[in-house]
């Protein structure tokens, strides 16, 4: 008996274990599939202003019509356009011409946890087009990245932080 509670002790530490180690291998796996979402999103974005000249008319249908969008990112199921693109961390995403600047556009990311939000932000976006990466009040420009660690802590909240990547 004592020999059976032993063995079930260890399962339980063995299996507690690994379901933290699953957890923190998804939420790398989300971290990076999302870093891959973005550089996609840029890619297409830029052909699409070789081709039309601008960014003129660039917001999340005309986005999802010619295929900017990874196919991860769209509605699934019986969802629409309406419901809007998502990204893999389940918060709404909008791509679009920055403030009526035809010659930079933005992707937003909302409802962004905490520890992503500072992952995020304090990546190396490279300087390829980057004007400037904003959550909440802060902004870091292009002469200032990659944004700190400590920096992009102090400036993400626990939940539901928005992150915006600026590209001309």
Known sequence: MVEMLGVLAIIGVLTVGGIAGYSQAMAKHKLNRSIEQIFSII???????????????????????????????????????????????????????????????????????GLTCISLMSSDWGTDGLVSIATGKFTAYAGELPVSAKTAAQNCSMVGNNIIWTFY
């Open 43 to 113: 890619t297409n974005v830029r052909l699409y202003y070789a081709n039309k000249g601008g960014y003129s008319g660039l917001n999340n249908s005309e986005a999802i019509k010619l295929s900017i969008i990874p196919a991860d990112m769209l509605p699934k199921g019986d969802k629409t356009e309406a419901d809007g693109i998502r990204s893999v961390f389940g918060g709404p995403v909008n791509v679009k011409v920055t403030d009526n600047n035809e010659g930079h556009f933005s992707i937003e990311f909302q409802d962004i946890g």
